[in-house]
């Protein structure tokens, strides 16, 4: 009897030790190892080039653009034609930075995406062609790439009219390249695998780790925010595959912090689920200043010796709009607050201002991140 009442404490404690990893996950959404880290020696490599886009309508590089010129010369040169730089004032062809992810265990003869970009002063690379082109990473040629570009946009101009949509001097060739020499990946761990977590957790980490333990019988240690290091058992010493295959989908509840991303350019704002308000009044209302300007003439007396003088006249309109006021509780959620902030009409502007003097009031609980 004594000796379970000095076990108890010992119980509670790990009992409580274990609701700290796994007791807080309860209903939140599960994701794979997979997702959530990778294998470190195993990654990509990035393949540029520079290349040539044909068939362009008008929209290609000017002559004005000499580099692209010169470029443009030294490529036809290498199919047999000798053109100077000076000739070639056709718009028909641009100038494109090409780049490719080269994936880890591609192998030769693999295809892949190819992503192009002008340079010079194109308008559209929009029903272009991808002339060949080598990438490279470093001194060698790892992938030749060619085909036709697809834009997702577009852009027509007629005199001084121009319509567009989307970016159409950015475009990619749909398994445009083919591999003509593969990289080597050593996956020769030894004894031990390392993960990598793609974003850096130390609750994630650990979590990790416990899960793996308890899946495998041990050897998972949690190092950091970002890196697991889990040994691999000796039935898996001689196949290290299958022991990565199984891990890799072992299912673990991620954490994160807090976070509100805002970005300005396009007034997107994202609330992650964890962001927590305090009590908070907030008013919103909006000063509105017009000017309008006009121009008048002053003409003399007939026979007068004065003279014709233009002048302006302004006026000034100030409106000031009605501020709209909301009070929020501390057990307010995101989607109260953006209810809210809809009720007053408050437009993606206004809530990415509101947003910012809530944190520097101190009552938005999260990281407030500006792209």
Request: aromatic share 4%.
């Amino acid at each position: 009897m004594n000796r379970a009442r000095k076990l108890a404490p010992i119980l509670l404690v790990l009992c409580l030790l274990s609701s700290l990893v796994l007791g807080q996950t309860e209903g939140q959404p599960e994701a794979r190892i997979k997702e959530l880290a990778g294998i470190v020696g195993v990654r990509s490599n990035v393949l540029t080039g520079l290349g040539v886009v044909v068939g362009l309508n008008g929209t290609g590089d000017s002559s004005r653009y000499v580099a692209g010129s010169a470029i443009m010369a030294a490529t036809l040169q290498k199919y047999g034609l000798e053109i100077s730089s000076r000739d070639l004032a056709s718009r028909n062809i641009a100038v494109v930075t090409v780049t490719a992810v080269l994936p880890p265990f591609a192998r030769e003869g693999d295809m892949i995406d190819v992503q192009v970009a002008s340079i010079g002063d194109a308008k559209s690379l929009q029903g272009g062609y991808l002339m060949l082109t080598p990438l490279l990473a470093g001194d060698a040629i790892y992938a030749l790439a060619q085909g036709s570009v697809s834009t997702g946009g577009y852009s027509v101009s007629s005199g001084s009219s121009l319509s567009s949509r989307n970016q159409s001097v950015v475009g990619r060739v749909p398994n445009g390249a083919i591999v003509e020499q593969s990289v080597d990946v050593n996956y020769d761990f030894g004894d031990t695998i390392t993960l990598s977590l793609f974003n850096k957790d130390f609750t994630t980490a650990s979590r990790i780790a416990y899960v793996i333990n308890e899946s495998v019988g041990g050897g998972a240690v949690s190092k950091d925010a970002g890196t697991v290091e889990v040994r691999i058992p000796e039935a898996y010493r001689d196949d290290p595959v299958a022991f990565v295959s199984l891990i890799e989908n072992l299912r673990v509840v991620p954490d994160s912090v807090a976070k509100v991303v805002i970005n300005e350019r396009t007034g997107t704002v994202v609330f992650g689920e964890d962001v927590k308000i305090s009590s908070v009044a907030v008013a919103s209302g909006g000063l509105k200043v017009e000017v309008r300007a006009q121009t008048n003439v002053s003409q003399p007396l007939p026979l007068s010796d004065g003279q014709t003088v233009a002048y302006q006249n302004s006026d000034i309109f100030a409106e000031e709009e009605t501020a709209g006021t909301f009070v929020l509780e501390s057990t307010t959620s995101v989607g109260d607050l953006v209810e809210a902030l809809n009720a007053i009409g408050a437009t993606p502007r206004d809530i990415i201002s509101i947003l910012q003097a809530m944190k520097e009031a101190g009552a938005l609980h999260g990281v407030l991140e500006i792209m």
